[in-house]
C-alpha cells in the first residue's frame, strides 16, 4: 500500500515561510501527478498546487505569485514551498499523489496532512 507523509507544517507569523514535504512509499511503479490541497475548519477542501511527472504546475488564483511547488522524482517527493504567508492561509494542508502500483494500476493517494496555522 502507499503511504504519504507530510512534513514541515506549524505555526508562522504573517508574512513568514514554511516549506512543506511529502514523501511516497510502498509498492510503487512509477508516480504521475503529485500535489497539494487544503482544507480549513468549516471549508471545503480546495486545491492549492499540482505538478505533473513532467514538471508542469497549476496553481489556485490566490497562491500565484506565493507558492511553489517542485518535486524530486528519484525520491518520489513534492514540495510546496509557502512564501509571505497570510492568516488565510490557515488550514490542514494535504499532499495527494497518483501512482502507479507495481502489478495494479494508477490510484490515487491523500496523506494524513500537516497543520500551518499563521498567526501573530
Known amino acids: 500500500q502507499v503511504q504519504l507523509v507530510e512534513s514541515g507544517g506549524g505555526l508562522v507569523q504573517p508574512g513568514g515561510s514554511l516549506r512543506l514535504s511529502c514523501v511516497a512509499s510502498?509498492?510503487?511503479?512509477?508516480?504521475?501527478?503529485m500535489g497539494w490541497y487544503r482544507q480549513a475548519p468549516g471549508k471545503q477542501r480546495e486545491l492549492v498546487a499540482r505538478?505533473?511527472?513532467?514538471?508542469?504546475?497549476n496553481y489556485a488564483d490566490s497562491m500565484k505569485g506565493r507558492f511553489t511547488i517542485s518535486r524530486d522524482n528519484a525520491k518520489n517527493t513534492v514540495y510546496l514551498q509557502m512564501n509571505s504567508l497570510k492568516p488565510e492561509d490557515t488550514a490542514d494542508y494535504y499532499c495527494?499523489?497518483?501512482?502507479?502500483?507495481?502489478?495494479?494500476?494508477?490510484?490515487?493517494?491523500w496523506g494524513q496532512g500537516t497543520q500551518v496555522t499563521v498567526s501573530s
Open positions: 495527494w499523489a497518483e501512482g502507479i502500483l507495481t502489478g495494479a494500476g494508477a490510484y490515487g493517494f
Open positions: 505538478i505533473t511527472s513532467s514538471g508542469s504546475t
Open positions: 510502498g509498492n510503487i511503479f512509477r508516480m504521475n501527478a
